[in-house]
């Protein structure tokens, strides 16, 4: 069975830092781009960052570039979220889905978690 | 930035047929997806590639993509598919999502 499970959330006082994780089970993680998708209290979604299945292609969206930082260890099946600076904007539930990909612009995410709470304020 | 809008609310009573949709810029030269968002659950992928239903998905779930719009349409809706729905497509290396339709059965 395929499960993907967040861990790492929590309150941070604005200016502060957070490092999420994602373990994944039931697949090899290796194989396959995955995604952080966030979605702030009574909001959509959205994607923050995504990584191919080598860490070599990173993409973030522009609210936090130069701020998160996604990575991956394929060796122990997880993917991180490292969070400097946080803003009272950046509170949401922060989800790790994985990405399927069948072409250059068909991309679709089957799989997510349960999701962490990540609350930025003092 | 590739934008997708949706309309925010669609009501529809039980086992009529729900139609939402979906707007972007030349969204036919692209894929969507769709996903379906319970209160307090996470999503769930309902639609893949403009009309292909997930193992598990009712076939009463269906989707198309043509020329600017895509629509999932829920065909006899009962009460458990009240929910959020969002769609999706990949765009610049990037996944966007439509700021999501809240179906209501009434």
């Known amino acids: 069975e395929v499960q993907l499970v967040e861990s790492g959330g929590g309150l941070v006082q604005p200016g502060g830092s957070l490092r999420l994780s994602c373990v994944a089970s039931?697949?090899?993680?290796?194989?396959?781009?995955v995604t952080w998708v966030r979605q702030a209290p009574g909001k959509g979604l959205e994607c923050v960052a995504n990584?191919?299945?080598?860490?070599?292609?990173?993409h973030y969206v522009d609210s936090v570039k130069g701020r998160f930082t996604i990575s991956r260890d394929n060796a122990k099946n997880s993917l991180y979220l490292q969070m400097n600076s946080l803003r009272a904007e950046d509170t949401a539930v922060y989800y790790c889905?994985?990405?399927?990909?069948?072409?250059?612009?068909?991309?679709?995410?089957?799989?997510w978690g349960q999701g962490t709470l990540v609350t930025v304020s003092s | 930035s590739y934008e997708l809008t949706q309309p925010p609310s669609v009501s529809v009573s039980p086992g009529q047929t729900a139609s939402m949709t979906c707007f972007g810029d030349k969204l036919e030269d692209k894929y969507a997806s769709w996903y379906q968002q319970r209160p307090g659950q996470s999503p769930v992928l309902v639609i893949y590639?403009?009309?292909m239903r997930p193992s598990g998905i009712p076939e009463r779930f269906s989707g198309s993509n043509s020329g600017n719009t895509a629509t999932l349409t829920i065909s006899g809706t009962q009460a458990m598919d009240e929910a959020d729905y969002y769609c999706?497509?990949?765009?610049?290396?990037?996944?966007?999502f439509g700021g999501g339709t809240k179906l209501t059965v009434l």
């Open positions: 999706q497509a990949w765009d610049s290396s990037t996944v966007f």
């Open positions: 990584i191919n299945q080598d860490g070599t292609e990173k």
């Open positions: 039931g697949f090899t993680l290796s194989s396959y781009w």
């Open positions: 889905a994985r990405i399927v990909v069948l072409g250059a612009t068909n991309r679709y995410l089957d799989y």
């Open positions: 590639k403009n009309n």
